[in-house]
């Protein structure tokens, strides 16, 4: 069993900064993969970004390459996201969940958090 509690997001204008953060319990965080997913009102929720165990291979969304950065520290077992230039349609509810192998498929993960919500004005 894992547990995941996100942390970071906010309300923050176009353009502007977040860090997201997960913190993972309940097995070393080493043991898995990372992804971060989002989900906007009314729509189905959709692949941010994954990192690999060790934290040397990571995957991206074309929407949000160049922009945001997933890493992960598995000695403190936690996971980021940093957001920069923040873009309206970046708005969405924001959860980390964890996978034995590295997929853009939601139904693949075993474990989620229960998200943070995440607003960009304009």
């Known amino acids: 069993q894992v547990q995941l509690v996100e942390s970071g997001g906010g309300l923050v204008q176009a353009g502007g900064s977040l860090r997201l953060s997960c913190a993972a319990s309940?097995?070393?965080?080493?043991?898995?993969?990372m992804g971060w997913f989002r989900q906007a009102p009314g729509k189905e929720r959709e692949f941010v970004a994954a990192?690999?165990?060790?934290?040397?291979?990571?995957w991206y969304t074309d929407p949000v390459k160049g922009r945001f950065t997933i890493s992960r520290d598995n000695a403190k077992n936690t996971v980021y996201l940093q957001m920069n230039s923040l873009k309206p349609e970046d708005t969405a509810i924001y959860y980390c969940?964890?996978?034995?192998?590295?997929?853009?498929?939601?139904?693949?993960?075993?474990?989620w958090g229960q998200g943070t919500q995440v607003t960009v004005s304009s």
């Open positions: 969940a964890t996978n034995r192998v590295p997929s853009e498929r939601a139904a693949a993960y075993d474990y």
């Open positions: 309940g097995r070393p965080s080493s043991s898995y993969y």
């Open positions: 990192i690999s165990r060790s934290g040397s291979t990571t």
